[in-house]
């Protein structure tokens, strides 16, 4: 007959393996009335328990295994039983039976749809499915959709027990292999058919051997009391991972169970019950269900009885878990289908009770996935003999958990459970958030039995919040207000960008109760799809951003007036935090982000009803442009003035921009030192740099190209997150970069530019001083929408520091700075003399009118009259627009300019057949502009030791150059293959169809330019204004540049196959 065929590779032998079935024998001989478990009964609310002894389970075992074998015959190898029943002690009867006789057993849950069923039915290729008679029906349903199904009804529990089945054993026996499947269970279908997942013999024995694993001296791994030879309550059902560890830890650890009364729905009242009357020392919890004890009056009575508290599977409330760690010790587990177990040590400082600290023989490895958080990865060692997921998956040599943590604050070696990568939250703007944590910390209330965060492909973060059912409220404010306070609290712990305001919150109904799996958790999906509509609602309510008459105020213009309504409107966007602004402060200096941005621009032209030729009275861009209450009080004056769209432009009445530029760049050179008299020490032969931004897309193959080269000896990664190393490995890996020299070569240092020494210790800021020669600045805030001004405090001082760590070090490194063509972007309009040329010029009107190129200009000019002044070294390199990389596994990051412009036009089924200001493609491959920055560096270093040019410039961009008229039918015919209609039309058609896209949530997902209309407008507008870059010194110098081809449709197609729009 058919077999599932899994591979058989790479296993680590168990010593003297264990098999359940034989422990079991033994200790029915040796321990005949030794306790195994204690069965719960309820009669007519009464709770009442029953001991099974070791003789009485291998005896029902043994009767089972023959009545099998006489209605169906011995197992064909490898033959896949089913069995479903009512949660007694028929379930590990029937699991060791089978094992005892050689099938393989699939235990899927009674919760399945039918279709699931049916699924896991043909995938394991299951015939005979065994069950209790309360699933007859079930499994006769089954039988009528696949017809090869067998249902056979098991006997009932007294037939089992009964005294005379103990004469009859069972020997044919058949002693499985560490690589043979010994049970089958599944994934939770939270995403579809569930799957099944296979557990192997080896896997089950290695929860026998687990307790050997050592720990630290003083240390006790969590498995010493989780599976100590004590009386355990479980409330985890036989078909969950969790009741299989439970059940091996009763035979391989003589631990007995106190099984709750079958029939019964767990509940904490049930449960309290069973702790009081049965005095067990452990107990393994649902989060949910610890959280429903804390609010009834005897719960943390019953929970101090007990030497342990386990849970795991979701995070616990904090407000929940600091109650319990007051009375008794709680300790945090987690495990899945596929590992079982995580092993970790048993927690140090009460406190610390939600942190893991993982074993070391684990092979656990942290790697980041979001802003905060970190997926746990478990990389296979060595000795294999305690990592459980390889005995199931010999074959891999990392398995990736898709839980998430993150890191204590202080203590590193901790971690934090906040979710699953499925929970995380992605947003239109690409911007990413982990919502438990925050829903959690909402839990905590007694009134909230769930709280749900939505968002997913919306602009921002909304709230469905699930009242308990006894709760009653006269309505959802009078509710909102009770809880508030907890919402206020959940925003403080999480970014900006995820933050929930009042007005995108809501009440779940008691019609529909939010879905929740066997464990008590909520089902994220499901329970989205169930509120689907009102979820819609919710967003179109926002988009709307309906207003009370009341609340309006009929546009004053006196600059006092303008200035109450500006604060009023930033107090409105700031609920949730405490940051305090004065009237000249900039915003966005304190974190003022692009989602409050749109929510002022919408108050302020609510409040400002002053009509305006083509746009909203108060566009984002006028509040970008004036980052200060001062400033924007002058430019809504002027606006309502004017009452036209130019004055979006800062009133002329205030500082020109090139006299903002040139009184930055005069304050930060005006007191830089004179050139030192004494030389330069000549270099040992090899380079010890500083790299900043590492963890980027440039930087990552910056880093790359320096650790391929033996001309680089160290390197000295500055970055400002604490976990930039294990960033750094992902990006790596991500591009399919080798990885072997990053902790031999590379030291990732915890830095602030703009702070004294780069907030490093002294010693370590000394250290740098005495042995770097060379520091490659490559990192920058990205944000096109910000003022100068903004950029001051983030980067302008950043690089004045670096001048002064340069002038003051033993070699006086030398600078070399990652600028941009935006820098010289404004050159073609005030002169059209051909092709910028590869020289600095010191003039304030050349940068593109934006913050970001500005501040580019003004950190070129400070570099370069630190050069003549104070005989610095450093070479300013002006990017272009760097592209998909051209080898490796790299990708164009989707959120810039050209993907979003690709998968908008696949939405409208258009796309435009020129670019504006960017229709000559001169775009240059991330990971070749990474190799030529190289090669122009060790250029520029060779230069110091024999010319005496201090300071230096080149441009990368492309030298071959297309036009965009070129590539654009490649994507159209790409598209075209996928029967997707794409028509190639003017700029100016294509803008105008975007601009007919309403803008509302539901959009910006499908048409994600909606986000970038701005910049595509005014792209268009530069259509006569490119700006052409010479690149004859650059090739000089730059293989890499000199070699490289210009883009064509090969290329193109590789980004679009990565994209997968």
Same mark, same amino acid.
Not at 645 to 654: E, F, R, Y
Not at 965 to 972: A, F, G, P
């Given at each position: 007959?058919?077999?599932?065929?899994?591979?058989?590779?790479?296993?680590?032998?168990?010593?003297?393996?264990?098999?359940?079935?034989?422990?079991?024998?033994?200790?029915?001989?040796?321990?005949?009335?030794?306790?195994?478990?204690?069965?719960?009964?309820?009669?007519?609310?009464?709770?009442?328990?029953?001991?099974?002894?070791?003789?009485?389970?291998?005896?029902?075992?043994?009767?089972?295994?023959?009545?099998?074998?006489?209605?169906?015959?011995?197992?064909?190898?490898?033959?896949?039983?089913?069995?479903?029943?009512?949660?007694?002690?028929?379930?590990?009867?029937?699991?060791?039976?089978?094992?005892?006789?050689?099938?393989?057993?699939?235990?899927?849950?009674?919760?399945?749809?039918?279709?699931?069923?049916?699924?896991?039915?043909?995938?394991?290729?299951?015939?005979?499915?065994?069950?209790?008679?309360?699933?007859?029906?079930?499994?006769?349903?089954?039988?009528?959709?696949?017809?090869?199904?067998?249902?056979?009804?098991?006997?009932?529990?007294?037939?089992?027990?009964?005294?005379?089945?103990?004469?009859?054993?069972?020997?044919?026996?058949?002693?499985?292999?560490?690589?043979?499947?010994?049970?089958?269970?599944?994934?939770?279908?939270?995403?579809?058919?569930?799957?099944?997942?296979?557990?192997?013999?080896?896997?089950?024995?290695?929860?026998?051997?687990?307790?050997?694993?050592?720990?630290?001296?003083?240390?006790?791994?969590?498995?010493?009391?989780?599976?100590?030879?004590?009386?355990?309550?479980?409330?985890?059902?036989?078909?969950?991972?969790?009741?299989?560890?439970?059940?091996?830890?009763?035979?391989?650890?003589?631990?007995?169970?106190?099984?709750?009364?079958?029939?019964?729905?767990?509940?904490?009242?049930?449960?309290?019950?069973?702790?009081?009357?049965?005095?067990?020392?452990?107990?393994?919890?649902?989060?949910?269900?610890?959280?429903?004890?804390?609010?009834?009056?005897?719960?943390?009575?019953?929970?101090?009885?007990?030497?342990?508290?386990?849970?795991?599977?979701?995070?616990?409330?904090?407000?929940?878990?600091?109650?319990?760690?007051?009375?008794?010790?709680?300790?945090?587990?987690?495990?899945?289908?596929?590992?079982?177990?995580?092993?970790?040590?048993?927690?140090?400082?009460?406190?610390?009770?939600?942190?893991?600290?993982?074993?070391?023989?684990?092979?656990?490895?942290?790697?980041?996935?979001?802003?905060?958080?970190?997926?746990?990865?478990?990389?296979?060692?060595?000795?294999?003999?305690?990592?459980?997921?390889?005995?199931?998956?010999?074959?891999?040599?990392?398995?990736?958990?898709?839980?998430?943590?993150?890191?204590?604050?202080?203590?590193?070696?901790?971690?934090?459970?906040?979710?699953?990568?499925?929970?995380?939250?992605?947003?239109?703007?690409?911007?990413?958030?982990?919502?438990?944590?925050?829903?959690?910390?909402?839990?905590?209330?007694?009134?909230?039995?769930?709280?749900?965060?939505?968002?997913?492909?919306?602009?921002?973060?909304?709230?469905?919040?699930?009242?308990?059912?006894?709760?009653?409220?006269?309505?959802?404010?009078?509710?909102?207000?009770?809880?508030?306070?907890?919402?206020?609290?959940?925003?403080?712990?999480?970014?900006?960008?995820?933050?929930?305001?009042?007005?995108?919150?809501?009440?779940?109904?008691?019609?529909?109760?939010?879905?929740?799996?066997?464990?008590?958790?909520?089902?994220?999906?499901?329970?989205?799809?169930?509120?689907?509509?009102?979820?819609?609602?919710?967003?179109?309510?926002?988009?709307?951003?309906?207003?009370?008459?009341?609340?309006?105020?009929?546009?004053?213009?006196?600059?006092?007036?303008?200035?109450?309504?500006?604060?009023?409107?930033?107090?409105?966007?700031?609920?949730?935090?405490?940051?305090?602004?004065?009237?000249?402060?900039?915003?966005?200096?304190?974190?003022?982000?692009?989602?409050?941005?749109?929510?002022?621009?919408?108050?302020?032209?609510?409040?400002?009803?002053?009509?305006?030729?083509?746009?909203?009275?108060?566009?984002?861009?006028?509040?970008?442009?004036?980052?200060?209450?001062?400033?924007?009080?002058?430019?809504?004056?002027?606006?309502?003035?004017?009452?036209? /769209?130019?004055?979006?432009?800062?009133?002329?009445?205030?500082?020109?921009?090139?006299?903002?530029?040139?009184?930055?760049?005069?304050?930060?050179?005006?007191?830089?030192?004179?050139?030192?008299?004494?030389?330069?020490?000549?270099?040992?032969?090899?380079?010890?740099?500083?790299?900043?931004?590492?963890?980027?897309?440039?930087?990552?193959?910056?880093?790359?190209?320096?650790?391929?080269?033996?001309?680089?000896?160290?390197?000295?990664?500055?970055?400002?997150?604490?976990?930039?190393?294990?960033?750094?490995?992902?990006?790596?890996?991500?591009?399919?970069?080798?990885?072997?020299?990053?902790?031999?070569?590379?030291?990732?240092?915890?830095?602030?530019?703009?702070?004294?020494?780069?907030?490093?210790?002294?010693?370590?800021?000394?250290?740098?001083?005495?042995?770097?020669?060379?520091?490659?600045?490559?990192?920058?805030?990205?944000?096109?929408?910000?003022?100068?001004?903004?950029?001051?405090?983030?980067?302008?001082?950043?690089?004045?520091?670096?001048?002064?760590?340069?002038?003051?070090?033993?070699?006086?490194?030398?600078?070399?700075?990652?600028?941009?063509?935006?820098?010289?972007?404004?050159?073609?309009?005030?002169?059209?003399?051909?092709?910028?040329?590869?020289?600095?010029?010191?003039?304030?009107?050349?940068?593109?009118?934006?913050?970001?190129?500005?501040?580019?200009?003004?950190?070129?000019?400070?570099?370069?009259?630190?050069?003549?002044?104070?005989?610095?070294?450093?070479?300013?390199?002006?990017?272009?627009?760097?592209?998909?990389?051209?080898?490796?596994?790299?990708?164009?990051?989707?959120?810039?300019?050209?993907?979003?412009?690709?998968?908008?036009?696949?939405?409208?089924?258009?796309?435009?057949?020129?670019?504006?200001?960017?229709?000559?493609?001169?775009?240059?491959?991330?990971?070749?502009?990474?190799?030529?920055?190289?090669?122009?560096?060790?250029?520029?270093?060779?230069?110091?030791?024999?010319?005496?040019?201090?300071?230096?410039?080149?441009?990368?961009?492309?030298?071959?150059?297309?036009?965009?008229?070129?590539?654009?039918?490649?994507?159209?015919?790409?598209?075209?293959?996928?029967?997707?209609?794409?028509?190639?039309?003017?700029?100016?058609?294509?803008?105008?169809?975007?601009?007919?896209?309403?803008?509302?949530?539901?959009?910006? /997902?499908?048409?994600?330019?909606?986000?970038?209309?701005?910049?595509?407008?005014?792209?268009?507008?530069?259509?006569?204004?490119?700006?052409?870059?010479?690149?004859?010194?650059?090739?000089?110098?730059?293989?890499?540049?000199?070699?490289?081809?210009?883009?064509?449709?090969?290329?193109?197609?590789?980004?679009?196959?990565?994209?997968?729009?």
């Amino acid at each position: 007959m058919c077999e599932i065929s899994l591979p058989i590779v790479n296993f680590t032998k168990i010593i003297n393996m264990r098999i359940l079935t034989e422990v079991v024998d033994r200790l029915a001989t040796e321990q005949p009335d030794g306790l195994w478990v204690k069965a719960g009964a309820l009669d007519n609310g009464v709770l009442s328990w029953s001991d099974i002894t070791w003789s009485q389970l291998a005896s029902a075992v043994d009767y089972i295994s023959h009545w099998m074998e006489d209605r169906l015959g011995p197992p064909a190898e490898n033959e896949t039983m089913g069995y479903m029943g009512i949660s007694d002690i028929r379930y590990p009867i029937m699991i060791l039976s089978a094992m005892k006789m050689g099938y393989k057993i699939l235990l899927a849950s009674p919760r399945n749809s039918q279709d699931a069923q049916v699924s896991l039915l043909k995938s394991t290729l299951c015939k005979t499915f065994l069950h209790t008679p309360e699933f007859a029906p079930q499994i006769q349903a089954l039988a009528m959709h696949h017809s090869e199904l067998n249902p056979v009804e098991i006997p009932s529990l007294n037939e089992i027990l009964q005294p005379e089945s103990a004469s009859n054993p069972y020997y044919n026996f058949r002693r499985p292999r560490e690589h043979d499947v010994a049970l089958i269970l599944h994934s939770s279908g939270s995403t579809g058919l569930p799957k099944p997942i296979f557990i192997r013999t080896g896997a089950l024995a290695a929860v026998d051997t687990i307790t050997s694993m050592s720990a630290p001296i003083g240390r006790r791994n969590m498995h010493d009391e989780l599976f100590a030879p004590t009386l355990m309550v479980s409330m985890m059902p036989f078909f969950h991972i969790m009741g299989i560890v439970t059940l091996a830890r009763s035979i391989y650890h003589h631990g007995p169970l106190a099984l709750l009364p079958p029939r019964q729905p767990v509940t904490a009242d049930l449960l309290i019950s069973a702790i009081m009357q049965e005095r067990p020392s452990v107990a393994a919890f649902a989060p949910s269900i610890l959280e429903e004890m804390c609010n009834l009056p005897n719960g943390l009575e019953a929970l101090s009885t007990l030497d342990y508290v386990f849970y795991g599977g979701a995070p616990l409330a904090r407000s929940c878990g600091d109650q319990i760690t007051r009375v008794t010790n709680l300790q945090v587990s987690i495990g899945s289908t596929e590992i079982l177990n995580a092993p970790n040590y048993l927690t140090q400082e009460p406190d610390d009770w939600e942190y893991f600290e993982w074993s070391a023989e684990a092979g656990i490895v942290m790697e980041p996935a979001t802003e905060r958080s970190f997926e746990m990865v478990i990389k296979q060692k060595m000795d294999r003999r305690h990592q459980i997921v390889f005995h199931n998956f010999p074959e891999l040599f990392e398995w990736r958990t898709k839980d998430l943590f993150e890191q204590h604050p202080t203590k590193l070696n901790l971690w934090r459970y906040v979710g699953r990568l499925d929970d995380l939250l992605v947003f239109s703007n690409g911007e990413k958030t982990n919502p438990v944590t925050f829903e959690k910390t909402i839990e905590g209330h007694p009134w909230v039995h769930g709280a749900l965060v939505v968002g997913s492909g919306q602009f921002q973060a909304g709230l469905i919040i699930e009242p308990h059912a006894d709760r009653k409220v006269a309505d959802d404010e009078a509710f909102f207000d009770e809880i508030w306070s907890w919402v206020e609290k959940a925003n403080a712990g999480c970014p900006a960008h995820a933050k929930v305001w009042h007005s995108m919150t809501m009440v779940a109904t008691p019609e529909k109760p939010f879905k929740r799996s066997a464990k008590g958790s909520i089902m994220r999906k499901a329970t989205y799809e169930l509120y689907e509509s009102e979820i819609a609602q919710l967003y179109k309510r926002q988009d709307e951003f309906s207003i009370h008459e009341s609340d309006v105020i009929d546009g004053p213009t006196d600059l006092a007036s303008i200035k109450s309504v500006l604060r009023t409107a930033l107090r409105t966007c700031l609920a949730s935090s405490r940051r305090e602004y004065t009237d000249n402060d900039d915003i966005f200096v304190g974190g003022f982000d692009s989602l409050r941005v749109l929510q002022m621009s919408k108050i302020l032209s609510r409040d400002f009803r002053v009509k305006v030729s083509s746009q909203a009275f108060c566009p984002p861009r006028l509040i970008y442009n004036n980052p200060t209450i001062n400033q924007l009080s002058r430019a809504i004056q002027q606006r309502i003035t004017h009452n036209d /769209d130019n004055s979006i432009k800062v009133s002329p009445t205030l500082m020109s921009r090139e006299e903002k530029m040139s009184a930055m760049i005069h304050k930060y050179t005006k007191l830089l030192p004179a050139a030192p008299v004494t030389g330069i020490p000549p270099p040992s032969g090899k380079y010890k740099a500083i790299l900043t931004g590492s963890t980027g897309s440039l930087g990552t193959y910056l880093l790359y190209y320096m650790l391929q080269s033996p001309l680089f000896e160290r390197i000295y990664c500055f970055n400002r997150s604490a976990d930039a190393e294990s960033r750094q490995r992902k990006s790596l890996r991500d591009r399919g970069l080798d990885m072997d020299d990053l902790a031999e070569k590379v030291d990732f240092l915890t830095t602030d530019l703009t702070e004294a020494q780069f907030g490093l210790s002294s010693s370590k800021y000394q250290e740098l001083q005495e042995n770097v020669n060379v520091f490659l600045h490559n990192s920058w805030p990205v944000n096109f929408n910000n003022s100068l001004e903004s950029f001051e405090s983030t980067a302008i001082i950043g690089v004045r520091q670096c001048i002064d760590f340069a002038l003051s070090a033993t070699h006086r490194p030398h600078i070399m700075f990652s600028s941009s063509i935006a820098s010289v972007g404004n050159q073609h309009i005030i002169r059209d003399d051909g092709p910028i040329p590869e020289i600095f010029e010191d003039d304030v009107c050349l940068p593109l009118r934006q913050g970001y190129g500005e501040s580019k200009h003004v950190a070129s000019s400070i570099l370069f009259r630190a050069a003549r002044k104070s005989g610095l070294r450093a070479t300013v390199l002006r990017l272009g627009q760097l592209s998909g990389p051209v080898d490796g596994t790299g990708a164009w990051n989707k959120a810039e300019w050209l993907p979003t412009l690709i998968e908008t036009s696949k939405s409208l089924q258009k796309i435009p057949a020129t670019l504006g200001g960017h229709d000559a493609v001169d775009w240059v491959p991330v990971d070749v502009a990474a190799h030529s920055v190289i090669e122009l560096t060790l250029s520029r270093l060779e230069d110091d030791l024999t010319k005496n040019q201090l300071f230096d410039c080149f441009n990368i961009v492309n030298p071959q150059i297309v036009q965009w008229n070129d590539l654009v039918h490649t994507v159209s015919g790409f598209y075209h293959k996928q029967g997707c209609a794409m028509e190639v039309v003017e700029y100016n058609d294509w803008l105008n169809a975007l601009k007919q896209i309403d803008p509302v949530s539901e959009n910006i /997902d499908k048409y994600p330019g909606i986000k970038l209309a701005e910049f595509y407008e005014d792209m268009g507008q530069l259509e006569n204004r490119k700006v052409h870059l010479a690149t004859d010194r650059s090739v000089l110098k730059s293989c890499s540049l000199a070699n490289l081809q210009p883009l064509d449709g090969r290329l193109v197609e590789r980004w679009l196959e990565r994209w997968a729009f």
